[in-house]
Antibody, heavy 122, light 107 residues
Framework: EVQLLDSGGGLVQPGGSLRLSCAASEFTFSSCALSWVRQAPGKGLEWVSS????????YYADSVRGRFTISRDNSKNTLYLQMNSLRAEDTAVYYC???????????????WGQGTLVTVSS | EIVMTQSPATLSVSPGERATLSCRAS??????LAWYQQKPGQAPRLLIYGASTRATGIPARFSGSGSGTEFTLTISSLQSEDFAVYYC?????????FGQGTKVEIK
């Protein structure tokens, strides 16, 4: 069974940095595009970023472009989200998610991690 | 950016009744529309993709329809486990966008 395990969340001050990780198992990691989706407390879902299976193509929401960097290490079956210049409005549960199939992030999100909470506050 | 608008925000339905949820896109997304279900404290679950195809393991009481800009998710006979928040999402264009959600609650 496909598994995605999110980690790395925590409390960080405004302007600070944090790196999220998503450890994947039970599928051919490099063959699948991945994404990060976040959910602020009591709010809806917001797509954050996506990356192709090879890692050479990335996409970002305008709200995080220039501050967040998505990457993957296919030798470690791990997805990352480096978050810099964090703001209060970045406070959310962050989910990693895998597309239904394919190396390009052109499909819906079938598999989801359990989420990791990021709190940006002084 | 394609704006996804869901209605109603909250739907009160009795168990066994039919629920109809709507999702409108600000421009055509073809059939690249997905529906997700989310229960409190859980990650979202994919229900429908391609506007009308049920994901593996999703009961037949869930059905999707529409194309272009107007979409509908129908739950034919609500079961207790169906009370949740439902989101639509377009994956036709970047950035990917979700609707604001429809909460289906017990009447």
């Amino acid at each position: 069974e496909v598994q995605l395990l999110d980690s790395g969340g925590g409390l960080v001050q405004p302007g600070g940095s944090l790196r999220l990780s998503c450890a994947a198992s039970e599928f051919t990691f490099s063959s699948c595009a991945l994404s990060w989706v976040r959910q602020a407390p009591g709010k809806g879902l917001e797509w954050v970023s996506s990356i192709s299976g090879s890692g050479d193509t990335t996409y970002y929401a305008d709200s995080v472009r220039g501050r967040f960097t998505i990457s993957r290490d296919n030798s470690k079956n791990t997805l990352y989200l480096q978050m810099n210049s964090l703001r209060a409005e970045d406070t959310a549960v962050y989910y990693c998610a895998r597309v239904m199939s394919g190396k390009l992030p052109a499909a819906p999100l079938l598999y989801w991690g359990q989420g990791t909470l990021v709190t940006v506050s002084s | 950016e394609i704006v996804m608008t869901q209605s109603p925000a909250t739907l009160s339905v009795s168990p066994g009744e039919r629920a109809t949820l709507s999702c409108r896109a600000s421009q055509s997304v073809s059939s690249k529309l997905a529906w997700y279900q989310q229960k409190p404290g859980q990650a979202p679950r994919l229900l429908i993709y391609g506007a009308s195809t049920r994901a593996t393991g999703i009961p037949a009481r869930f059905s999707g329809s529409g194309s272009g800009t107007e979409f509908t998710l129908t739950i034919s006979s609500l079961q207790s486990e169906d009370f949740a928040v439902y989101y639509c999402q377009q994956y036709n264009d970047w950035p990917r966008t979700f609707g604001q959600g429809t909460k289906v609650e017990i009447k």
